[in-house]
């Protein structure tokens, strides 16, 4: 019986690769842009924790007597759609045989519609707007439309389901009201940082058991030179994870004698990353095979702040503004910039900057020279500090960004034939990044943990924004870059795209231009090219052509839009924020 299982799990599986093959592939394209001058319009709602889950629950019927096969089809198209989320009556809609190899967990398949089913033995489902989302929940494409085959077989004088893909297939509707936005953290290949990896998973009870599943599933999109885990493969969790007076015990199978110290406590990190997301949770417990996993404590509840120092926005990382006032780099918070006491602080430094980026830490930044075609590096604290050309001859450089490992990310627009630069220790090289190099790009900017690329594209009448991971080797050298994903395009899909900015590690904001109504809105989208828009709090639409976005990853930062001297706060729209002072440009924190 056993081995008949495995035959028709194999056949399903093949069958499901040649039905999404069926597959029309949709363009996804992505929308973005810059930011204000005449005030909020629209306000977007905040995002719902964890627990927020909708209230109503719906238990689905059964198979019934009698029912035609195309009935069968329809009624597990409609029990998968149980809330809470479970699979327990639509696998009955199963043969024995099937019941026993399904596995929804290995596939989220949503959908737009519906169709029909098809009459007869292998019943034929078509679907439209299609997205996947692998086992741990991680989106991996759209197509326009699917066509799913479905054979049934009589069991006991009824029709049941005996070829059906391993996927939970639901409305797009459905997935939006019951799973939710959250991340699984990785190290970097060279464990210095975490690195976020953006998935869906279910709200309510089931959000951390889902987190530690999606923490220990192995994916064949893993990228080890991206990210590293240090779970063992085939390590397991058992059916739960479960939340007692806020500690999550988390039991994993597995030798623990084969985990030595070092890498239990990674692991350990590892798992208070991606726990700390579930509000319930104020310590986490680990035991691998009955081995409890101390913490340096001593103690076996380690607290959320175990880790702190993976910090995928680095450590440490000042929120302070930078900007350029009369040409001398100055700094603090917004309405109280002063002077740098560093060399192109100083009223007569000698240097004519028109953007600056500063590292993580305050401590240096990189300026390009009014002609755009020059980049300088100095400290900010030290008065007598060199200031070092550190490329030269470029013909349109946009403002630097600096990355966790004080690597300075520098794009030359070079007449629509993009060039990347980057600044490693003083050294300058230039790197060639796949789909990016040699195109028409007006902005780029990279993430704090140094894994990740985003860039505006300019194609024609439209902008396209696209994301591009950084491949590193063990010692954190770049080794090469993935293919580019476009990001989800807004409705508006013609505008012109004016900024881009993080919001969070995993989130871009993006300012783009509203032509025909006088506007500029502001989209947040996943970086990862998972659909829709992330909701962030505050103003979404405002009134005129905004130019500048100035965001950070770290939360509750303001983020503020820019247009001339007149400044709006993003997330508290009811804040009067005052305008610049006359001569005040390149507003930015650091990054």
């Known amino acids: 019986m056993r081995g008949s299982t495995r035959s028709r799990r194999a ?32 306000e977007s709602e905040g995002t719902s924790g964890s627990q927020d889950v909708p209230g109503i629950s719906f238990d689905p019927r059964p198979p019934q007597a009698g029912q035609a096969t195309a009935e069968v089809v329809e009624g597990f198209f409609e029990a998968m759609k149980a809330t809470p989320v479970s699979v ?17 967990e290995q596939e989220i398949i949503t959908y737009a519609e519906l169709g029909d089913p098809t009459a007869g033995t292998s019943v034929r489902v078509p679907l439209t707007d299609v997205n996947t989302y692998d086992a741990r929940g991680a989106w991996q494409r759209t197509h326009g439309g699917a066509t799913l085959s479905l054979g049934l077989v009589k069991e006991d004088g009824e029709w049941r389901i005996d070829e059906v893909p391993d996927a939970l297939i639901v409305p797009e509707t459905w997935f939006d009201d019951w799973y939710e936005r959250a991340s699984l ?31 220990l599933t192995r994916s064949s999109s893993d990228l080890q030179d991206v990210t590293r885990s240090y779970f063992p493969p085939g390590t397991t969790h058992g059916l739960s994870v479960p939340i007692t007076s806020g500690i999550a015990q988390v039991s994993l199978s597995g030798d623990p004698d084969a985990v030595d110290e070092l890498t239990a406590q990674r692991m350990l990190a590892q798992l208070v990353w991606t726990l700390r997301q579930e509000p319930r949770i104020g310590a986490v417990q680990l035991s691998i095979g009955g081995r409890t996993i101390v913490g340096p404590s001593g103690s076996p509840q380690v607290s959320l702040q175990f880790g702190s120092g993976y910090d995928p926005n680095g450590v440490p990382a000042t929120t302070d503004l930078f900007a350029l006032d009369q040409g001398r780099v100055v700094t603090g918070p917004m309405g109280e910039l002063a002077p740098t006491l560093g060399p192109l602080g100083q009223e007569e430094s000698g240097y004519d900057l028109r953007s600056i980026g500063v590292s993580l830490s305050g401590v240096r930044l990189a300026g390009v020279t009014a002609t755009g075609s020059d980049l300088v590096v100095a400290p900010t604290e030290a008065p007598t500090g060199e200031v070092a050309t550190v490329v030269v001859g470029a013909v349109d450089l946009a403002a630097p960004h600096w990355d966790y490992r004080d690597r300075i990310w520098v794009l030359d627009r070079n007449d629509g034939r993009a060039r990347v630069f980057q600044v490693v220790g003083g050294e300058t090289g230039e790197v060639v990044v796949p789909g990016l190099t040699g195109r028409r790009l007006t902005e780029l900017i990279v993430s704090r943990d140094g894994t990740r690329l985003v860039a505006v594209v300019r194609t024609g009448k439209a902008d396209r924004v696209v994301s591009v991971r950084v491949r590193h080797d063990a010692a954190g050298a770049v080794v090469g870059f993935t293919r580019p994903q476009v990001l989800p395009e807004p ?49 979404t639409t405002l009134r005129g052509r905004i130019r500048t976005l100035v965001s950070s990853p770290v939360d509750l930062v303001e983020a503020y839009a820019v247009a001339g001297r007149s400044v709006f706060a993003l997330t508290r729209p009811e804040r009067s924020v005052p305008d610049l002072p006359p001569g005040l440009t390149s507003l930015t924190y650091v990054g």
């Open 11 to 42: 056949g399903r599986v093949a069958r499901v690769a040649r039905v999404l093959g069926l597959v029309t592939a949709a363009a996804l394209l992505a929308g973005c842009a810059r930011m204000p001058t005449s005030g909020p319009v629209v």
């Open 88 to 104: 327990s009556v639509a696998r009955q809609f199963l043969s024995r045989d099937a019941a026993e190899a399904w596995v929804p």
């Open 185 to 215: 953290y990785y190290f970097d290949p060279t464990t210095e940082i975490m690195v976020p990896e953006p998935v869906f998973v279910p709200r309510g009870d089931q959000f951390a058991s889902s987190l530690v599943r999606g923490l």
């Open 491 to 539: 409705a508006e899909g013609n505008a012109r795209i004016r900024d881009i900015a993080w919001r969070s590690p995993t989130t871009v904001s993006v300012l783009r231009d509203i032509i025909t109504e006088g506007l500029s809105q502001v989209r947040t989208v996943s970086v990862d090219g998972a659909p829709g828009e992330i909701s962030t709090g505050g103003t």
